[in-house]
């Protein structure tokens, strides 16, 4: 047993390895063959890169909705990638491969039905549509020879869908920022309710859930997606009673309710929700919309470090920011996108304890603001 264990994880791993020659400025696609039961059900993995130095750039994977148009979603973000230095990867779920779009793609195959759940139709961890997410990271950092020990990802949609119920079902995975923009429905904590719409029969322990509030998840809504009969939005009383009518209610609920049952639990409660104004069902608005979350962990990472104490508030930021020049008595400050790209100097004829710099004609995104012994990171909502 213990020599075909070790076959089995030299296959594996092999796999993982096989190259897709992944380089620096590119835009493609190729195929991921997941190992095990998924064997026979590969995916096509479209992505972006900019330039830079690819074995250290961030990674973003990118979920489709019911169209299941994964280039789409890749070119969403292509903007933003070549802007703030980060590598997209958007995974396309087709209906051949995952055939059913409730239960073989934003219900993850986690039962055979997932409408009508029960322990005899509960499927083994590995035979789950989510089961492929970590080993496609894992191919891309082998193909890179990357260093990168986690990714960001965002849905809109049934893609939201997707990822909320992966952090939930598979907390312990790689994935460190989750933004779900506008999902239909969810997957609410609550037992009261049965799956899909709640846990209960869900085969999901409060063990499950307390890692999956610890971990950073947005709740990602645009105020002006309130139609009731938009498309494709799943509407029977069961969820309509339970969540709403429409996706801002939804996920209002959700997120309130994952809130209280965190609170039961007593755990810590790490969510987020960020409601975008003047933004309906639209993914490359809320895409846009979601880069400062998506970028929000980098303002923690060492590779701008402050020689001196430094403050800058607020950060992040829509419009402004401050700081205190009373002391320091700076002239200038010289602003640069996050991968070295000049952008603007600020010049300053007072010195002030509140300083302030306008940012407001800047996209959203991450910059590096560097004054006579620091370089700090910023990031404009």
Request: aromatic share 12%; hydrophobic share 35%; proline share 5%.
């Amino acid at each position: 047993m213990k020599f075909i264990a070790f076959i089995s994880v030299v296959l594996i791993s092999t796999a993982q390895l096989v190259g897709q020659n992944l380089s620096q400025n590119s835009t493609g696609s190729f195929t991921f063959t997941p190992t095990g039961p998924l064997s026979n059900q590969p995916v096509e993995v479209h992505y972006h890169i900019p330039n830079g130095d690819i074995s250290t750039m961030p990674i973003v994977m990118s979920f489709h909705g019911s169209s299941r148009n994964g280039s789409d979603y890749r070119d969403y973000w292509i903007t933003m990638a070549n802007a703030n230095g980060f590598m997209v990867f958007a995974p396309e779920f087709s209906s051949s491969n995952y055939p059913g779009l409730g239960d073989g793609y934003l219900m993850a195959n986690i039962f055979d039905d997932g409408d009508n759940p029960s322990l005899s139709t509960y499927n083994n961890p590995d035979e789950w549509t989510f089961s492929v997410l970590d080993p496609i990271f894992e191919n891309i950092k082998s193909d890179i020879s990357g260093t990168q020990e986690v990714y960001n990802a965002w849905g809109h949609s049934g893609g939201a869908q997707f990822l909320h119920r992966f952090i939930m079902y598979m907390p312990s995975s790689k994935l460190d920022v989750a933004v779900c923009s506008n999902a239909g429905w969810y997957t609410v904590p609550e037992n009261t309710v049965s799956f899909p719409y709640g846990i209960l029969n869900g085969q999901l322990p409060n063990s499950n859930l307390i890692t999956a509030f610890s971990k950073k998840l947005i709740v990602h809504l645009g105020q002006n997606d309130t139609d009731p009969n938009s498309p494709g939005l799943r509407r029977n009383s069961v969820v309509d009673n339970q969540q709403g009518i429409h996706r801002l209610e939804r996920g209002q609920y959700f997120f309130s309710t994952s809130q209280s049952t965190a609170q039961g639990l007593n755990t810590a409660f790490n969510w987020e929700k960020h409601e975008e104004s003047g933004i309906g069902h639209d993914a490359q608005q809320m895409a846009n919309a979601a880069l400062p979350y998506i970028l929000m962990r980098t303002l923690y990472s060492s590779e701008y470090e402050s020689k001196t104490d430094f403050n800058l508030y607020p950060n992040p930021t829509s419009n402004h920011v401050f700081f205190d020049n009373s002391s320091v008595r700076l002239k200038k400050v010289k602003l640069y996108t996050s991968h070295g790209q000049f952008v603007k100097t600020f010049e300053f004829s007072t010195f002030e304890k509140s300083q302030k710099i306008n940012l407001s004609d800047l996209n959203s995104g991450l910059y590096i603001l560097k004054t006579n012994e620091n370089y700090i990171k910023l990031l404009k909502k």
